[in-house]
């Protein structure tokens, strides 16, 4: 099962990437702040953005969110039956704004 | 309100559909009464949850179209897309009073919060209109006055969403601009030809990059990139300019 975009038109999209905003239910089931707003460094190319700003496959047995710099694969979500892989190897750091801060 | 969306984990609860309503023939509106929601900013979307009766799901996310107000309902803009797994059934099957699950609100990037004091420039592809739309909306609900301009890209005049209101709003909320661009055919009497976006129209009904707008650009990938790299080629700071794809075309 994997998040699809935002009017349902993946199906007939034919495989252009989404964007790390289609990853933010699937990583809120997770996280208890929401992570698309929080900036990552790219592993590969040190380059820094939002999480928002990544480019995601969603036609996969899970999210793929690629850098938009080097493309460079940063996070890694695969939903099985009851847990979900979360792999963060292409990603330095998470830089998460708290609230009121 | 923004405080109580975006703390905790998250997970599915049920919603009612409490009225729904076509916003053009292939678009239909979804007013959803969603117990104890915890409000939510414009651009937020919810992830929506079909499950068919030998267990199959399928999980599709939609921008909310409503601003937030307490005690008010969520509404969700569909756009049918005919090959779709789970549009045709929120826009020709859910019933009134019938139930669906859903996840949300989620997403804390792709948001417009009324503090922003920045002029602010919406660039909407087609159905992309939708979280755009509950951006204008939460201006006029705040009452505030940083001006607005919208440059909404749609295929036909039919296909145009939120046309009254947004006509309405034009005459009613000060500050607020809409120009249209049709990508097909043209209302009679358009003073050009059926185009696509392009520099002229960015630069003509957008602001300048010395005003400092805040950008929001949301449609399908394809016209996402291309208004985004013209906004940054007549000079914008890309970090001023958030997008939202949604894939295939509009």
Request: proline share 8%; glycine share 10%; with cysteine.
């Amino acid at each position: 099962m994997t998040s699809t975009p935002l009017d349902g038109s993946s199906t007939a999209g034919g495989g252009l990437p989404l964007d790390g905003n289609a990853m933010a239910g699937d990583l809120r089931e997770i996280f208890a702040v929401d992570v698309t707003a929080a900036r990552y460094v790219c592993a590969g190319c040190t380059h820094t953005d939002a999480v928002g700003t990544l480019m995601v496959w969603p036609h996969s047995p899970g999210l793929v969110a690629r850098c938009p710099h080097c493309s460079d694969v940063v996070i890694r979500v695969v939903r099985a039956p009851g847990r979900v892989f979360l792999d963060l190897r292409g990603s330095v750091r998470l830089e998460v704004p708290l609230e009121g801060g | 309100m923004a405080r109580t969306a975006v703390s905790g984990r998250l997970t599915w609860r049920a919603a009612t559909l409490a009225e729904a309503r076509w916003e053009s023939p292939t678009a239909r509106t979804l007013v959803l009464d969603v117990p104890d929601w915890p409000g939510h900013l414009p651009g937020q979307h919810i992830d929506v949850r079909l499950t068919a009766e030998d267990g199959y799901r399928a999980q599709r996310s939609y921008s909310i179209a409503s601003a937030w107000q307490p005690g008010g309902k969520v509404e969700l803009t569909i756009q049918r897309l005919d090959d779709g797994e789970v549009s045709p059934y929120l826009t020709d099957v859910i019933e009134v009073g019938e139930q669906l699950e859903l996840r949300g609100p989620v997403g804390g990037w792709f948001v417009w919060r009324p503090q922003q004091t920045a002029p602010v420039l919406l660039v909407a592809g087609g159905s992309g209109l939708v979280p755009l739309m509950a951006m204008v909306r939460a201006r006029a609900v705040a009452g505030t006055r940083q001006p607005f301009r919208l440059i909404y890209s749609v295929r036909t005049p039919e296909d145009l969403l939120y046309g009254d209101e947004l006509r309405r709003r034009v005459r009613e909320d000060q500050g607020l601009d809409v120009h249209h661009v049709y990508t097909r055919k043209t209302p009679d009497g358009w003073p050009s030809p059926a185009k696509r976006i392009d520099v002229a129209a960015l630069n003509t009904y957008g602001w300048p990059p010395d005003f400092g707008p805040d950008c929001y650009v949301c449609g399908p990938t394809t016209f996402v990139e291309t208004a985004a790299d013209i906004l940054v080629a007549l000079g914008h700071d890309p970090r001023r300019i958030r997008t939202e794809r949604f894939g295939g075309t509009s």
